[in-house]
């Protein structure tokens, strides 16, 4: 019988596949401002498609000096803003960025933003690779 080296590269390149996670960003939006606002917010949908744990650690965007991953939290009445750490993202599970909860804190605006801008962001993972994701400024939720 002979050897079908196809299938055998086939065989191993399957025996070689490891569980991945993958990262996708849905409903993404920033809050619409006034111009020349200090700061922007923006929200999302990330959820891991794929079959190993996703680790976000933080995000970046050319439109902005600084790009930090927040969280709302109610103080005895008093609203605060915390930093996130790493956050992890199990095999299909997803963790909503929405007011009033975690929220993508935006500052140093490059330009100014208006209803229907879209803007270009990079969420960074663990694993390295992240996801690209395009933010539409708006003044509510998708
Ligand atoms: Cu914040």
Request: with cysteine; glycine share 12%.
């Amino acid at each position: 019988m002979r050897l079908n080296f196809g299938l055998l590269l086939a065989l191993a390149c399957v025996a070689h596949a490891h569980a991945a996670g993958r990262l996708v960003v849905e409903n993404a939006w920033i809050r619409a401002a006034p111009p020349g606002a200090m700061m922007l917010a923006g929200y999302a949908t990330l959820r891991n498609t794929g079959d190993a744990p996703v680790v976000v650690t933080g995000a970046s965007s050319p439109d902005f000096g600084d790009v930090s991953l927040h969280e709302s939290v109610n103080q005895s009445g008093v609203e605060r803003m915390r930093a996130l750490g790493d956050i992890v993202i199990a095999p299909g599970a997803s963790v909503v960025f929405a007011p009033g909860g975690k929220h993508f804190m935006l500052m140093g605006a490059r330009r100014d933003l208006k209803i229907g801008d879209s803007v270009e962001f990079h969420i960074a993972t663990k694993a390295g690779g992240g996801a690209d994701a395009r933010f539409v400024v708006s003044d509510a939720a998708p």
